[in-house]
């Protein structure tokens, strides 16, 4: 199979390759500027929603995000940690520390670049809708959840990650309120809105957390913040390590179903980043590429001491908005967030954790689709199941499992709606005892043709649609709902696309079904691509490749000489 170059192309690549003049240069660069800045609060607020330092948030989108961008198949996306992966990474982290995060992450990233190099990038998008908006709206639910404990200022020494354990720390103490939290999350909230209400290209969150912080320094207000729960934020980028000594056989046994969700949230988030972005720009991105340097940023980020990252629609959109056209400014959005790192790592400290609190519930708010969520329980039955169940396991079991569930879900869902659209159904023309054009047709010695009649005793069926484990079974019905056993079967198989194991074991024991009933079996017009897996497989051998007519007249001819010597 020859190697398509073009596809594996960096979009770095392709747009020096068009040429980048200094205009394009200038855009990409402010708008680079402008996320990194706006950047700066989020990714530290994810990653203390997600239960590690903040420092690591900073690493992520430094790291990954430079080279998502430099790798990646996508122009404009703009990739770190994001909100989808705060309640995942927190569940992981409470169960088996930041150690059991690494190799999860480690092994995803393994995933995605093995799903790019074997092309799943195109078929993600099969995933249907109630899927994707039964999670993300989960997974808002749990992050607006979750922030409530430094919405209030709780004092919980341990947060729980599961849903009820949570609710119950809650309650317990909920003494510990320090009213001064909710006041300074309200008002980072409030102002974030009103500047929203003025202007989306308003930086609110960043201007919220400069004024909030401001407020708490000079007025000491008695709230926590960054640096005095997790002392001051580094300076500089810690040495790149790769952690061997955390892998081993069993870790990787224990953390591969968390692995397997971290790598299809991951894949579902970035190719709908680029989805959007395209739809915004016009531009055509390259999924299994995209995949493959989501895998290899999220490598790095480990390396570095981050935490998952993939593509984020919000820091996206925004640079779209600013022009950015390039991948360059994705890169230098990376490049500003390592600049303002070290020049600001002691006022980022600063930062009251119930500010960072409120913007998380912003991008909760902002991630959740209740209004497709309430369309979608408007819709048909095998939907709302689908829905309702991806998103309670969400909120109320964890991701892993969400994710893992919602996944089987959408193949039975698929093999559902194919299992309807393909049919087995009786082909009927002309019968000769009963129609005198057949007669007369015979007289003139005139071959049996598709358009000619059926001879008495041969049943002529045909099926309609992929032919596959999930109407295998329908064979049989077939010979059950016959009142008198034919002579002569007759399968028809022009509008088969494809055919699978079961599909073929299926055709083996029908035949061997017709044998035992002293019914001769025909196969007509299988497509040719059908009839290269039945022939590679040994089935076509197995029936006798005299049993196989590439048209029904053939057949047809065939099953009358069959019918005249009984």
């Known amino acids: 199979m020859k190697f398509d170059l073009e596809a594996f192309t960096p979009k770095t690549a392709v747009c020096l390759r068009e040429g980048y003049s200094k205009k394009q240069l200038f855009n990409d660069l402010t708008a680079g500027i402008t996320v990194g800045v706006i950047s700066l609060p989020l990714v530290m607020a994810f990653a203390i929603g997600a239960g590690v330092d903040p420092a690591r948030g900073l690493f992520t989108a430094i790291i990954a995000g430079f080279l998502i961008s430099l790798f990646g198949g996508s122009r404009v996306s703009i990739s770190g940690p994001t909100g989808a992966f705060v309640v995942i990474i927190f569940d992981i982290v409470q169960r088996q520390g930041y150690e059991g995060l690494i190799v999860a992450t480690l092994l995803a990233a393994l995933i995605l670049i093995t799903m790019g190099l074997a092309k799943c990038g195109s078929y993600i998008r099969f995933i249907p809708y109630p899927v994707t908006c039964g999670f993300t709206t989960g997974i808002a639910t749990s992050l607006f959840f979750n922030q409530m404990k430094d919405f209030w200022g709780l004092k919980i020494p341990h947060p729980k990650a599961e849903f009820f354990q949570r609710l119950a720390q809650y309650i317990e103490y909920k003494d510990s309120v320090n009213y001064a939290a909710p006041l300074i999350a309200a008002f980072t909230l409030a102002l974030i809105l009103l500047l929203r209400r003025v202007s989306r290209k308003i930086p609110g969150a960043i201007i919220a957390t400069i004024l909030a912080g401001m407020l708490v320094y000079f007025f000491d207000i008695p709230v926590d913040t960054i640096e005095k729960k997790f002392g001051p934020v580094p300076s500089s980028l810690p040495i790149p390590s790769f952690p061997w000594e955390k892998i081993s056989f069993d870790t990787i046994q224990l953390m591969f179903p968390d692995a397997i969700a971290i790598a299809l949230l991951c894949a579902i988030e970035s190719l709908l980043?680029?989805?959007?972005?395209?739809?915004?720009?016009?531009?055509?991105?390259?999924?299994?590429?995209?995949?493959?340097a989501q895998g290899i940023g999220n490598v790095g980020s480990i390396i570095f001491g981050g935490i998952p990252a993939t593509g984020a629609i919000a820091r996206t959109t925004a640079s779209v908005q600013l022009n950015a056209r390039t991948p360059f400014a994705g890169m230098f959005s990376a490049v500003t967030l390592f600049i303002?790192?070290?020049?600001?790592?002691?006022?980022?400290?600063?930062?009251?954790?119930?500010?960072?609190?409120?913007?998380?519930?912003?991008?909760?708010?902002?991630?959740?689709?209740?209004?497709?969520?309430?369309?979608?329980?408007?819709?048909?039955?095998?939907?709302?199941?689908?829905?309702?169940t991806t998103f309670s396991l969400t909120v109320f079991i964890d991701l892993t499992v969400a994710v893992q569930a919602g996944v089987l879900l959408a193949a039975f869902l698929f093999l559902k709606h194919m299992s309807e659209k393909t049919t087995i159904k009786v082909y009927e023309f002309m019968r000769k005892e009963s129609s005198e054009e057949g007669k007369k047709d015979q007289e003139d010695g005139?071959?049996?043709?598709?358009?000619?009649?059926?001879?008495?005793?041969v049943e002529v069926f045909e099926i309609d649609g992929p032919f596959f484990f999930g109407v295998a079974d329908l064979l049989n019905e077939v010979l059950r709902r016959l009142n008198k056993k034919p002579t002569v079967f007759i399968l028809r198989l022009p509008h088969v696309p494809l055919i699978d194991g079961s599909g073929m074991q299926a055709l083996k024991q029908f035949y061997k079904k017709c044998k035992g009933l002293k019914i001769e079996f025909l196969l007509s017009e299988v497509r040719p691509d059908v009839m290269h897996i039945l022939q590679k497989s040994g089935v076509k051998k197995a029936i006798g490749s005299e049993r196989f007519f590439p048209t029904l007249e053939e057949a047809l001819k065939k099953a009358n000489e069959i019918v005249l010597l009984h």
Not at 275 to 286: A, E, Q, T
Not at 361 to 388: C, Q, R, T, W
């Open 273 to 292: 980043c680029a989805v959007v972005s395209d739809g915004m720009l016009g531009f055509r991105h390259k999924p299994n590429l995209e995949l493959i």
């Open 340 to 388: 303002l790192m070290v020049m600001l790592a002691p006022l980022a400290g600063k930062i009251p954790l119930a500010t960072l609190a409120a913007i998380l519930i912003f991008v909760a708010y902002n991630m959740a689709e209740f209004d497709h969520f309430k369309n979608l329980l408007k819709g048909p039955k095998s939907d709302i199941v689908v829905l309702l």
């Open 446 to 457: 005139k071959a049996a043709k598709e358009s000619s009649v059926i001879p008495s005793g």
